[in-house]
């Protein structure tokens, strides 16, 4: 499944998506930067309610194919132009994150 399949399928707002024929191989849920930085996997959909600077600049190190922001926290437009720049795929949710991982766990056949 690609990003913007998974987009699609959860109904997620896209607020940048440079590549969106990544492939989604796998999920990942946390708001602790450094242990995402550190157990995230290429190619996950990475799950948090963080909103600053910082997840791009994780993002671009562990490289999920996209990041999914729960619980329709506020995304400043300095960040989505950043995930832009560096080629980070960023969705916005009203979900919960641990709905949206069930939803992803499913669609994936995990």
Do not use: H
């Amino acid at each position: 499944m690609t990003a913007k399949q998974l987009r699609e399928r959860l109904e997620l707002q896209l607020l940048s998506e440079p590549d969106p024929d990544r492939d989604v191989t796998g999920g990942y849920a946390g708001d602790l930067l450094s242990w995402v930085m550190g157990r995230a996997q290429s190619g996950d959909a990475w799950v948090t309610i963080m909103t600053n600077r910082n997840i791009v600049a994780v993002a671009a190190l562990a490289d999920p194919a996209c990041v999914i922001v729960a619980e329709d926290s506020v995304v400043e437009p300095d960040v989505i132009a950043l995930a832009c720049e560096k080629g980070i795929n960023l969705y916005r949710s009203s979900r919960t994150s641990f709905d949206l991982c069930c939803s992803i766990g499913s669609l994936l056949g995990v």
